[in-house]
């Protein structure tokens, strides 16, 4: 019995490591114009350009039919709050980023670091609605 509890204890540290994630993946960038420092937010352009796709290709009706105050909260506020203040599990300040919405809906749509993808999970016109309502908790 000794032996199973210690095995349970390492596989939960185990997992709790992994879980926890790092921001190493971000980088920082220089904007030659202004010399100003900025956050890089780390997609390729591939997944930008497949963004953008979806944006374009997303049906505004469905988009604006989706409840993604209420998918926020189902998917996201786990790790982000309900206000996306929280930064649990290295998740983003979503409050007080500056993403735009081609960033945010390829990282919906693609994930990063600790955080799945939802490519397959969702629809696409909700990963939109979801990327669009991340701009009502900047006010």
């Given at each position: 019995?000794k ?17 926890c ?35 374009a ?27 996306g ?40 016109e ?14």
């Amino acid at each position: 019995m000794k032996v199973l509890h210690s095995i349970m204890t390492i596989v939960v540290v185990g997992f709790t490591i992994v879980a926890c994630g790092t921001q190493s993946d971000k980088k920082s960038t220089r904007v030659e114009s202004s010399e100003i420092e900025i956050e890089a937010i780390g997609q390729p352009d591939e997944q930008i350009r497949v963004a953008k796709s979806l944006i374009a290709s997303s049906d505004a009706s469905k988009i604006k039919a989706v409840n993604a105050k209420k998918m926020f909260k189902n998917y996201c506020a786990v790790c982000h709050g309900r206000k996306g203040n929280m930064e649990i599990n290295g998740a983003e300040k979503l409050s007080k980023s500056s993403a735009s919405l081609e960033q945010r809906v390829a990282q919906i749509y693609f994930g990063k670091g600790t955080m799945a993808p939802f490519k397959g999970i969702i629809k696409n016109e909700e990963i939109v609605a979801v990327a669009k309502y991340l701009d009502e908790l900047k006010k």
